[in-house]
């Protein structure tokens, strides 16, 4: 008998070890495959992770450059004597305002790209340093292209072509270049009009800072005559008794915007120009300050 119990009592005992073995391996599988899953999962995380970050990139690759002109303000240099294209307005409480066609033309163009525009009045002659300094972002119009002056600058579209006049006292009579040989010549300093009044035969010339003062000079009868554009004159003429014009012929003289090598601003700049040229805008603009025989080809 007490085999017989010895032996049940073996028997039990190895069934019952038989039985938590075959427990452990149950266990250790479900764990493995556990494990395996979660190994896979995570994989499968990363990979949705990698995925998203080359989505990611890939739409920051396709989509568009930031408009260079979106929120800010660039200072714009001008020459603000120059009527009716640059001038300034002064109101009652003392605060001035830019006007003219110039003003106009670059206000639309930086306000269409999200920007806004601080206008810096300066001599003309004192706009490409200006530029090469860094105290503004770009210049109005009235610049034309020379190829001396595009070693410094980069020039937008061709957008105006004037015609220049000669502006003298009633009374006297100067139709053409060729009548004021020998005769006193003013001009404003650092402009085209320099070369054409230096182009008259024994004429001496005369280098003012502005239209205005170039208007002062003929009445005040320092100077016979003075060279400025036409439409300009058209405004003198206006307000000043006493003075007569000859409108002279369009020649290659024209108005570009320029900008300082490689701008950010040019290219968006010039794109938004070439546009209100093809669409109209910009005759509008013109046709809001200048009479038709100054807008006519």
């Known amino acids: 008998m007490k085999k017989i119990a010895l032996f049940l009592c073996t028997a039990l005992t190895i069934a019952a070890l038989a039985g938590c073995g075959g427990g452990s391996k149950e266990t250790a599988a479900e764990t493995t495959k556990a494990q395996t899953e979660a190994a896979g999962g995570t994989e499968e995380k990363a990979e949705s992770s990698d995925d998203k970050t080359a989505d990611a990139e890939g739409e920051k690759a396709e989509a568009p450059a930031e408009n260079p002109f979106s929120g800010k303000t660039v200072k714009v240099g001008c020459s603000a004597t120059f009527v009716p294209y640059e001038s300034i307005e002064m109101a009652a409480d003392g605060s001035k305002a830019y006007k003219g066609m110039n003003i106009d033309m670059i206000k639309a163009i930086v306000e269409k790209n999200g920007g806004t525009v601080e206008f810096q009045d300066m001599p003309f002659k004192s706009l490409m340093a200006a530029i090469q300094a860094g105290q503004i972002d770009f210049c109005s119009g009235?610049?034309?292209?020379?190829?001396?002056?595009?070693?410094?600058?980069?020039?937008?579209?061709?957008?105006?072509?004037?015609?220049?006049?000669?502006?003298?006292?009633?009374?006297?009579?100067?139709?053409?270049?060729?009548?004021?040989?020998?005769?006193?010549?003013?001009?404003?300093?650092?402009?085209?009009?320099?070369?054409?009044?230096?182009?008259?035969?024994?004429?001496?010339?005369?280098?003012?800072?502005?239209?205005?003062?170039?208007?002062?000079?003929?009445?005040?009868?320092?100077?016979?005559?003075?060279?400025?554009d036409g439409a300009g004159a058209a405004e003198f003429l206006k307000q000043n008794e006493g003075l007569e014009m000859s409108l002279l012929d369009k020649t290659e003289d024209c108005f570009a915007i320029g900008f300082p090598k490689e701008s950010p601003y040019y290219e968006t700049f010039n794109n938004t120009l070439k546009e209100m040229m093809e669409n109209g805008e910009l005759d509008e603009i013109i046709a809001n300050h200048l009479s038709e025989q100054f807008i006519l080809d």
């Open 142 to 228: 009235g610049m034309q292209p020379t190829e001396e002056r595009e070693k410094t600058l980069d020039f937008s579209e061709i957008f105006f072509y004037p015609r220049n006049a000669i502006v003298y006292r009633s009374g006297d009579t100067y139709p053409d270049l060729d009548s004021l040989q020998g005769k006193t010549i003013a001009y404003v300093f650092g402009t085209n009009y320099q070369q054409v009044a230096e182009s008259v035969d024994g004429a001496k010339t005369v280098g003012i800072q502005g239209s205005p003062a170039c208007i002062e000079e003929v009445k005040s009868k320092r100077a016979d005559a003075c060279i400025i």
